[in-house]
């Protein structure tokens, strides 16, 4: 039997009104929750997520995930807020460290202790959504004598931290509700992932009976090998070039990239797919058949994942792709 708990569905896109059809979809066929991820310089996750609360009314509404830098969590929460009483008490917040590539090269915030940010972030959320007065002097973020003058629909509101090394998963274990594992899939790694995370639980005393262990899972399935291959290789690329000037985070190994090769790519101004192997394609994606697909995902939940969440690559059409993978992948882990 599977120890998949549930599925999301996440989705990027350049058009927001496609983000709002997919989610619509994503209930019809049966999917737990609906995720937008908030990359710069795409459409914001909070003005889609309004609108997929509209037109949704049983999907839960993650948002994966925000960083602490470019809004205050202060604003965060309050955004948060909103969204929740839109979507009658459906939303989940997504909270990571971004990357560095982005806040601090592109937009020149400093990306200043990252993973204290997160902890603060957290805290602070958490007590406006408690509808608490806040004082918050922190070694990255203060707040002073404020609260929430419009409260979500729920006191406890489910945050899940975007994470990837080791810190990170600590973090995660100690303090959020679940996790969203950044698109590393080999089994070593989602094995030690679960571990630490686990170490961090129990480092807080914490239980994590209702704990979401997230992954977020890139799939091309297709029955010819290299269009599956050819879908997922710039996906995979662009994660790789997008930490590349974050050696310490385990990306880097596990793509296989030498020294060299790290260096090439943050001196690049766009992803190489080229430097990505068949060998590094498949510690990144669920690539090939649907049998090999299915195999893939079986290792991957019987390593700890209870919540996958799957971005489905558009091979022939994008509709049909994500039936498919609902019909030929999905249906057999519930």
């Keep these: 039997m599977s120890n998949a708990a549930e599925f999301g569905l996440l989705h990027g896109t350049r058009r927001a009104e496609h983000s709002v059809r997919r989610a619509r979809l994503a209930e019809a066929l049966g999917f737990a929750s609906f995720w937008v991820p908030e990359d710069y310089a795409f459409p ?103 609260r929430l003058s419009a409260q979500p629909e729920r006191s406890e509101i489910p945050i899940h931290l975007g994470a990837t090394g080791v810190r990170s998963l600590r973090l995660a274990g100690e303090v959020a509700d679940g996790v969203m594992l950044n698109c590393i899939l080999s089994v070593e790694y989602i094995e030690a992932a679960v571990r630490e995370i686990r170490n961090g639980a129990a480092s807080a005393g914490r239980s994590l009976e209702k704990f979401a262990m997230g992954a977020l899972l890139f799939v091309a399935m297709s029955d010819d090998e290299q269009r599956a291959k050819d879908a997922a290789r710039p996906f995979v690329a662009w994660v790789v070039w997008l930490f590349a000037c974050q050696p310490q985070l385990p990306i880097i190994a596990e793509a296989g990239l030498s020294t060299r090769d790290a260096q090439k790519l943050t001196e690049s101004v766009k992803p190489q797919p080229e430097l990505i192997t068949d060998a590094a394609l498949h510690r990144f994606a669920i690539v090939g058949s649907a049998q090999r697909c299915r195999e893939r995902l079986a290792e991957i939940v019987e390593a700890g994942i209870t919540h996958p969440v799957l971005a489905v690559a558009t091979i022939d059409e994008p509709e049909r792709d994500l039936r498919r993978a609902v019909d030929q992948l999905v249906t057999h882990f519930l």
Excluded: W
């Excluded at 969204?83 to 459906?90: F, K, P, T, V």
């Excluded at 202790?113 to 959320?125: D, K, L, Q, S, Y």
């Design 44 to 146: 914001g996750a909070f003005s889609i997520c309004a609108a997929i609360a509209g037109q949704t009314t049983t999907i839960k509404i993650g948002i994966g995930v925000l960083n602490p830098y470019t809004r205050h969590p202060v604003l965060t929460a309050m955004e948060f807020a909103a969204l929740d009483q839109l979507s009658g008490g459906r939303g989940i917040l997504g909270v990571g460290a971004g990357a560095k590539l982005y806040i601090e090269d592109k937009l020149g915030i400093p990306y200043a202790r990252p993973v204290t940010a997160m902890r603060e972030t957290v805290a602070i959320c958490r007590a406006l959504f408690r509808g608490e007065e806040l004082s918050h002097g922190g070694r990255v973020f203060k707040s002073g004598r404020l």
